[in-house]
């Protein structure tokens, strides 16, 4: 899929004032990996390892001549605790061996467009490009930069999208605690989903993502009684 006659092929597009958006998912075909230079070990959520992050970050700026990042260290931050919900999505990851029969393989493909799908609805819902966390919408260059981000919508996106679908259309009266039961569904219903599907990988992987969030959340709510002007948070 093309835009026009002399651009680079696009995987999907949007059209947000029309509702419509078309992905193309021939370029998703686990067939194609080593075309396009997708390292099956580095998938979400193993694309947030730290010598993974890095050595791509050397090779970005590389390309691009940069000299010196200014950036945080990673070391500030430290490890995520082995319960967070990266932890145990990661967990769920390893615990999953690589795909090499026919139906695997095209499980792995649905799994994939099910994502590709979900990001070009988000931009229906008039999101853009996420540039503030790891996110489902953040800008991607191609299929192998498409398999490294999460599936999940970070919190800047997520109160976008609750603003449009909750608030705007609801009014604004007891929003904060509306918006809250509105995501808390939304992560049920996916959790769900991804309970039907978690003979796959990438779907375990995301239930057990989802599952301490839900966990994470109803502890947030218990501690945040009493606090109104506590918000939504992802």
Same mark, same amino acid.
């Given at each position: ?6 651009? /680079? ?13 078309? #992905?193309?998912?021939?370029?998703? &075909? ?24 890095? @050595?791509?970050? %050397? ?6 001549? *940069? ?7 990673? =070391? ?5 605790? #082995? ?11 390893? %615990?999953?061996? %690589? ?7 095209? &499980?792995? *493909? ?6 590709? #799908?979900?990001?070009? /609805? ?8 996420? =540039?503030?966390? $790891? ?10 930069? $498409? ?12 109160? =976008?999208?609750? *603003?449009?679908? #909750? ?16 995501? @808390?569904?939304?992560? /049920?219903?996916?959790? /769900? ?21 839900? @966990? ?19």
């Amino acid at each position: 899929m093309y835009e026009d006659g002399e651009g /680079a092929y696009v995987t999907g597009r949007a059209w947000a004032s029309d509702g419509v958006a078309i #992905v193309s998912t021939v370029r998703y &075909n686990p067939s194609l990996d080593g075309l396009a230079g997708i390292d099956p070990l580095h998938r979400w959520p193993a694309s947030h390892y730290k010598a993974y992050v890095d @050595e791509r970050s %050397q090779v970005h700026n590389k390309t691009k001549g *940069w000299k010196k990042r200014n950036c945080l260290s990673s =070391k500030a931050f430290g490890k995520p605790p #082995v319960d967070s919900a990266l932890a145990l999505a990661t967990q769920a990851a390893n %615990q999953a061996r %690589q795909p090499s029969s026919r139906d695997e393989l095209s &499980n792995q *493909w649905f799994a994939r467009v099910v994502v590709a #799908v979900s990001r070009e /609805a988000g931009h229906c819902f008039g999101l853009g490009n996420s =540039k503030c966390y $790891a996110c489902l919408m953040q800008g991607v260059s191609g299929i192998r930069r $498409a398999g490294e981000i999460p599936p999940y919508l970070c919190p800047v996106c997520y109160s =976008k999208l609750g *603003w449009e679908l #909750v608030l705007l259309q609801h009014g604004f009266e007891g929003g904060i605690e509306r918006e809250k039961a509105w995501l @808390e569904a939304q992560y /049920a219903a996916l959790k /769900a989903f991804c309970n039907k599907w978690n003979k796959i990988p990438q779907f375990a992987t995301f239930e057990a993502w989802l599952e301490k969030r839900l @966990e994470d959340r109803k502890g947030d709510d218990e501690g945040d009684e009493g606090d109104e002007a506590a918000g939504p948070s992802n």
